[in-house]
């Protein structure tokens, strides 16, 4: 087979990946920012609790459902003017939130950073698929990336509780005006553009169904994680599954489609959206779980709990950089497989691990997060690698799609089904006053709520029963990621290894 000479990256295009990061660890610092901003900021605006749900849950909520817009939109009209259009609203918006006099306008403002943050996601990454057309340096450029996302979560709450405790609660959002004055300072000089010279008008009626598909969605498994399912959870998932088959056939008919539906009929495409919609079930419900360990079991501060993150992230830079390199001479189907072997005996540890376990808890995700590091490298690069140069943008906001959804679907089913087993077999004592009985056998944090007033074993039995409930679910989701590798093993083996033909 004739090799095809690429042209490598030079110091331009690293420098612009460090650019790129900016804008990516402050997406991820967004997500768990509010940790230790939450108390601070009740007493301020004082939000009913319903209000204080979708401030945490808002931003989330938007990034997932505009993400495949957003993305075609970048291809459309260049996904550096995007970036730095994004970029801008961001801040601006960050500012709107930092001075929110009430919590009504602070959702409002959550769910317009949510809507700005779709625009940067699968902007960066697009543009690194246009920047690193070697194979091999793609593939750690993406790596770098990923991890960079989730620095940012586990930094969140240590820088929360940093400027918290320095300034006031809405310092927080200000982080992103320094990030975007560098990232607007340095975009055209680092940045390529690019746009689709072939694009044809935006659907409106596309970005209609897609939204229609996704938001019923999102909501009802945060719904159904919440307060458990029922009618109306179901009818929403129904309102989404109806809502996508209507916005696939309108693909499939349109010269100019949102989303390129033909992708999907692309082996390695479908197969990797496929791990890491598993991987991140597994991730995003576990991360969830060992973040309540530590705060209500152990009674880590959020900042110190943060701190304690700290080492999984190094894993997952870890996995994220060294998982391209090892494919450059291994298949990365192969590869995938074996780190996510490796994530097996993280849960295999977290399934194993008791009350006063903190360092063996922290060990577990790491390992956790050594395969979510190879996935997110090689899969994400498989998702848009396959994809043409014209479609990346669409390509990239498909697979952040799917991790969002995954992070969601991991949250509810993994967090449900610890809630579930909690309130199974916790029981008040007799002598307990029915209303603190009623906390007790509700959640973990509803027992600690009233932990001065009863008896303290009764309060480590039920962090002991929260703990078993972290075991049963993660050997739930240690039997998800062996499928996602077997699925690597199976799907991905005839991926050849990254630039074998390429010089």
């Keep these: 087979m004739p090799e095809v000479v690429t042209r490598r990256a030079g110091t331009r295009e690293w420098a612009g990946l460090g650019l790129l990061a900016l804008p990516t660890v402050l997406l991820g610092l967004d ?7 939450l108390p601070s900021m009740a007493e301020a605006l004082d939000p009913s609790a319903t209000q204080t749900l979708w401030i945490m849950d808002a931003y989330g909520f938007f990034i997932a459902g505009f993400l495949i817009t957003m993305g075609t939109l970048g291809d459309r009209i260049g996904r550096r003017r995007l970036l730095v259009i994004g970029t801008a609203a961001f801040a601006a918006v960050s500012v709107f939130a930092a001075f929110a006099p009430n919590a009504e306008l602070l959702i409002v403002a959550r769910a317009l950073l949510g809507v700005a943050g779709a625009t940067l996601m699968p902007s960066t990454l697009s543009l690194i698929s246009n920047m690193f057309a070697d194979a091999r340096q793609r593939a750690v450029a993406i790596g770098i990336w990923a991890t960079m996302f989730a620095l940012g979560m586990a930094a969140g709450p240590v820088a929360g509780g940093a400027l918290v405790g320095t300034f006031w609660w809405g310092a927080a959002f200000l982080l992103a005006v320094p990030v975007a004055v560098a990232v607007l300072a340095g975009a055209r000089a680092l940045l390529p553009e690019y746009a689709d010279p072939q694009a044809g008008r935006l659907d409106l009626a596309s970005v209609g169904l897609s939204l229609a598909a996704i938001l019923p969605v999102v909501y009802a498994i945060k719904h159904a994680a919440a307060d458990g399912p029922g009618p109306g959870t179901a009818a929403l998932a129904v309102l989404g599954a109806v809502a996508g088959a209507l916005f696939v056939r309108r693909q499939r008919g349109l010269a100019s489609p949102l989303l390129d539906v033909t992708l999907f009929t692309s082996r390695a495409f479908s197969a990797a959206l496929a791990v890491l919609l598993i991987g991140l079930v597994g991730v995003g419900g576990t991360m969830y779980l060992v973040t309540q360990y530590l705060q209500l079991v152990e009674g880590l501060t959020p900042f110190a709990a943060g701190l304690w993150m700290g080492p999984p992230a190094l894993a997952m830079f870890a996995a994220a950089i060294g998982a391209p390199i090892i494919a450059r001479r291994v298949r990365p189907g192969l590869v995938m497989a074996l780190m996510l072997a490796l994530s097996v005996i993280g849960y295999a540890l977290l399934a194993t691990a008791g009350t006063g376990d903190a360092a063996r808890v922290v060990a577990g995700f790491a390992f956790v997060y050594l395969g979510l590091g190879a996935i997110a490298a090689l899969g994400t690069d498989m998702v848009v690698g396959a994809a043409p140069a014209s479609k990346s943008g669409s390509a990239a906001a498909m697979s952040e799609t799917v991790q969002e959804l995954g992070i969601a679907v991991g949250v509810a089913v993994l967090g449900s089904l610890t809630t579930v087993l909690y309130t199974a077999r916790m029981t008040a004592p007799a002598d307990v006053p029915p209303e603190l009985a009623a ?18 074993p009764v309060v ?7 703990t078993s409930g972290v075991n049963i679910a993660s050997a739930v989701a240690g039997v998800a990621i062996v499928a996602a590798a077997a699925l690597c093993l199976t799907a991905l083996r005839h991926v050849r290894p990254l630039g074998e033909n390429e010089r």
């Design 460 to 466: 480590r039995e039920a962090q002991a029963l929260f």
């Design 439 to 456: 906390r007790l056998t509700d959640s973990l944090p509803g027992a600690l709520s009233v932990a001065g007033q009863v008896p303290a």
């Design 31 to 37: 997500v768990t920012v509010l940790y230790l901003v």
